[in-house]
């Protein structure tokens, strides 16, 4: 079958048209503070001359919404016209004030209206769940008739790690919780006659990601619609895995003609995305073929895929996006890539890789890490490296931890969520402060940064003991 994009509504950013017939976007996330004007537009100067077409900054408060316009007005004094996104978490009040001030703004349905989850188990009657949503319906009408007002768009931006109790108490941890907890709201965007609305739904489990996104396409024609999609694997880390782990959930589905604009969430500068961004959405059709083709090598729990590539980044994004959702959908378990000119030894390793990125087989350290933004309280990249080379150490006299999954979150917006799949957790608690977590619960508060990378691993090696 050959590819075919899913047909959507349009959405105009500021004049970046997505959707429809239109090109698929990339973009990404500045990670400097939103305080900072300087740093700030420096850093969406880079973004755009990479490539990217829209720019997101975290707005955690009136201040930070209020000095978008300050980065706005000095990047289009430079010339530079792109669509600015503020990303809003907790606080509805900032994001009428950013609806005012910036072409996008993205709400998260967990924590928009809803009181910051507690992770623990609670009990709605239906009345008093039927009261909860018009507690949505009574803050989100309004927000919509500012964008109307303003002609801002909207990015409903549904995370695996911030559901809310209220739809936990009804759906679990669970793909349908996510989609319902999106549709929630998309209804009421209907209803009001708002169409300029993207959605995402992320996670950091690809499988968690790919059926979600799925299921809610398949919801959303249920009932009529078709907004726009914005794809990628939150958390994805960095460095060669975090690519190869994009381009199996984002592939997965860019391939199938899912996904309108994404974004490739590295630990890293946030510029370095785009090339890898823009690679995914050139290699689609390709890969398409190619996966067609590679589901008909299937033989003996094994698929076996040949390419032709001389880069080596270029191999593994388009090996993964190839097979991932052979094996996000349990097709096959084990995976042979020839390609002339890398040793066997390398494009085992690649296999590998792509096995554990799709969750199929664990052969090292993950590392479940998130790309850094304005929240961040540390430097992301700087302790990635160090707890990367103490795990490394301890793994050389104790095999368990070779295999084990560490969550590194820069603060605790999506932290103890996101890390639901992880084994242990480093998280930005405060400046200069980090909790450590054993899967989603805290078991130290506030260690001082200096001594943190070194707690965790000493609560580690006592906690496999014990």
């Known amino acids: 079958m050959s590819y075919q994009r899913r047909k959507t509504t349009a959405v105009n950013v500021g004049g970046v048209m997505l959707g429809s017939n239109y090109p698929i976007r990339v973009q990404s996330m500045a990670n400097t503070s939103t305080m900072d004007t300087e740093g700030s537009v420096a850093q969406a100067k880079r973004i755009v001359d990479a490539g990217g077409e829209i720019v997101r900054f975290t707005t955690q408060g009136q201040r930070e919404a209020l000095n978008m316009k300050a980065i706005s007005e000095a990047l289009r004094t430079d010339g530079y016209t ?71 768009a909207i990015r409903i931006g549904v995370n695996h790690g911030s559901l809310s109790d209220r739809i936990m108490s009804r759906y679990g941890d669970t793909p349908e919780g996510m989609v319902e907890s999106c549709m929630e709201f998309l209804r009421i965007c209907v209803r009001e006659q708002f169409k300029d609305v993207v959605i995402s739904i992320k996670a950091s489990n690809t499988v968690v990601m790919v059926h979600t996104v799925r299921l809610l396409v398949a919801q959303m024609e249920k009932e009529g619609m078709a907004f726009p999609l914005h794809l990628g694997v939150t958390e994805a880390g960095e460095g060669e895995d975090g690519r190869i782990k994009s381009a199996v959930g984002i592939g997965a589905l860019l391939c199938e003609g899912i996904g309108d604009t994404i974004r490739v969430s590295l630990s890293e500068a946030p510029e370095r995305e785009i090339p890898v961004a823009k690679k995914l959405v050139d290699s689609i059709e390709e890969c398409a073929a190619l996966r067609e083709q590679a589901k008909a090598s299937i033989a003996n729990d094994t698929v076996k895929v040949e390419f032709h590539e001389k880069n080596w980044e270029d191999l593994q994004l388009k090996a993964a996006m190839t097979v991932g959702a052979l094996f996000i959908d349990q097709l096959a378990h084990r995976l042979i890539i020839k390609n002339d000119g890398f040793t066997e030894e390398k494009l085992v ?118």
């Open 349 to 466: 390793e690649l296999a590998d890789a792509i096995l554990q990125a799709a969750r199929i087989k664990f052969t090292k350290t993950e590392y479940i890490s998130c790309p850094g933004c304005g929240r961040t309280l540390y430097n992301l990249e700087e302790t990635i490296a160090k707890i990367r080379a103490a795990v490394s150490e301890q793994a050389k006299t104790d095999k368990r931890f070779a295999t084990l999954k560490i969550g590194i979150m820069g603060c605790i917006v999506n932290g103890p969520g996101e890390m639901a799949d992880a084994d242990y957790g480093y998280v930005g608690a405060g400046v200069g402060k980090v909790s450590l977590y054993k899967q989603k619960e805290c078991i130290e508060k506030n260690i001082p940064e200096a001594e943190a990378v070194e707690r965790l691993i000493e609560f580690i090696k006592n906690d496999l003991t014990t």
């Open 82 to 152: 792109v669509p600015l996104v503020a990303d809003v978490h907790f606080n509805a009040a900032v994001a009428d004030t950013a609806a005012t001030i910036c072409e996008k703004v993205r709400i998260n349905p967990g924590n928009y209206v809803d009181p910051a989850r507690t992770f623990k188990k609670l009990e709605y009657t239906d009345a008093e769940y039927a009261d909860e949503i018009k507690k949505i319906d009574e803050r989100f009408v309004p927000f919509l008739r500012i964008c109307k007002e303003h002609h801002t």
